[in-house]
């Protein structure tokens, strides 16, 4: 099982729930590593520029 954390340590409960969705359709394990690495990856993206991750916008 594989879970996304943000900058002081706790569980990013979007990755977290979107992680459980994969797992909960049966996607192999390879799937998920992979998956949890990119959204980890998005939220801090998001994070850092300042936008919000369930309605990205373009400058």
Not at 25 to 43: C, K, Q
């Amino acid at each position: 099982m594989w879970v996304v954390v943000n900058g002081q340590y706790e569980l990013s409960p979007e990755a977290c729930a979107y992680l459980a969705g994969l797992r909960r359709a049966d996607s192999s394990v390879s799937t998920e590593r992979v998956y949890a690495g990119r959204a980890a990856l998005y939220l801090s993206y998001c994070h850092h520029v300042g936008i919000a991750w369930a309605a990205p916008t373009l400058p």
